[in-house]
């Protein structure tokens, strides 16, 4: 199974104020949406669920859950109420395995223990990984008077580890020759709490530089620096002061005018964009079986033009064990999200349109929910 661009998730409805926040935390928000462009292609007011569902989970949906809230959900469906609380993916998974939301977003699938867990929650049922938001992580920094810088996995190891201190180091140098480097202190911002992102980041560093972070990938931060809350704590914290850096999705990145570093994946240096991550996500292999659409992303590819670093939200949902209303709500708002008007709608946010051969069994696993 392939997909190749990165796309953003999510609605988010109606009565009461939520605020999002990030795949560590940010805030949460419960919107109701004017209409929009892909409103009149997408679900047909009788296909409408009523009442409310709760979601929670990765911050890497934040910005799609916005987008899509304005393009028209809840004006063909005007008597639900969906709210997704972004409090991180390991947060997410936890509340959803505890039965107290009834989906969760996650940048990573479900863990073996995790998933016999939520087949309890599902009442004896599996619950489904579903790709719904592919999207690059960005290497994104703020330095007074470099606005272009190439990084490779193991330089980036090196800074994020502590090694590297100063933005004039050698190691830096060699890689962006012409340019001028300040001896400007790096300072290191990463996710607190047990994030999605953090996982995919420190996944691509271990797989591509395992000699500079000798770590597994994990959702807790094994590296150095200064702990910030959600996917726009750490945005929010480069964009405050010349020599900041973090990984953080390219969406967030972009909201907070941050510049964001050309990756070199041993063939060359790749500039950020959707097509450039759409490449890598198009070696993923899907590792769940049936309606689990598990994925496997290959970090370490040399395809010419491929940015490697890349993660897919996924929303884990019961195959079967929500109650009636919940399963037809649950099941009109994810075809919503999934069709590909909906989908367009996202690339200008910094995501992209799932591709048609990961969309086709999305929704084949969506009309399977029961």
Not at 6 to 31: K, M, P, Q, Y
Not at 78 to 90: C, E, H, K
Not at 221 to 246: D, F, H, L, N, P
Request: aromatic share 8%; proline share 4%; glycine share 12%.
């Amino acid at each position: 199974m392939t997909f190749w661009k990165t796309s953003r998730l999510l609605t988010i409805a109606a009565v009461g104020a939520l605020a999002l926040t990030g795949c560590g935390s940010d805030d949460n928000t419960s919107t109701a949406a004017p209409g929009g462009a892909a409103a009149s292609s997408s679900t047909a007011a009788a296909d409408c669920g009523t009442g409310t569902l709760n979601g929670e989970g990765s911050s890497a949906q934040k910005n799609a859950m916005d987008q899509v809230s304005q393009t028209g959900y809840l004006a063909q469906c005007p008597d639900a109420t969906i709210n997704y609380n972004a409090t991180g993916s390991g947060a997410g998974r936890k509340q959803f395995t505890g039965g107290q939301v009834d989906w969760a977003g996650s940048d990573s699938a479900l863990k073996p223990e995790e998933a016999t867990a939520a087949a309890t929650r599902c009442m004896g049922n599996p619950a489904w990984n579903l790709p719904m938001v592919a999207g690059p992580i960005a290497i994104a920094y703020k330095l007074d008077g470099v606005t272009d810088l190439t990084l490779n996995a193991e330089v980036a190891a090196k800074i994020f580890q502590g090694q590297i201190t100063t933005w004039n180091d050698p190691a830096i140098a060699a890689l962006n020759s012409g340019v001028t480097l300040p001896a400007t202190p790096i300072s290191v911002f990463f996710r607190t709490g047990t994030s999605g992102t953090t996982e995919n980041f420190t996944k691509y560093l271990h797989a591509t530089a395992p000699d500079a972070w000798t770590a597994d990938g994990s959702g807790d931060w094994a590296g150095k620096g200064e702990g910030r809350e959600g996917s726009a704590g750490v945005a929010q914290a480069v964009a405050g002061a010349s020599g900041g850096i973090t990984y953080v999705e390219w969406s967030f990145a972009q909201d907070n005018k941050l510049n964001v570093a050309k990756v070199d994946n041993g063939a060359g240096a790749v500039e950020l964009t959707g097509e450039s991550a759409g490449k890598t996500i198009a070696t993923a292999t899907q590792v769940g079986t049936g309606n689990d659409l598990a994925l496997k992303i290959d970090y370490t590819t040399k395809e010419a033009g491929a940015y490697p670093i890349v993660l897919v939200t996924y929303e884990i949902v019961c195959s079967k064990g929500l109650d009636a209303d919940k399963t037809k709500l649950l099941k009109s708002f994810l075809t919503y999200f999934s069709d590909p008007a909906t989908q367009t709608g996202l690339q200008d946010i910094g995501y992209a349109p799932l591709p048609a051969e990961v969309s086709t069994k999305v929704k084949t696993a969506i009309a399977a929910i029961s």
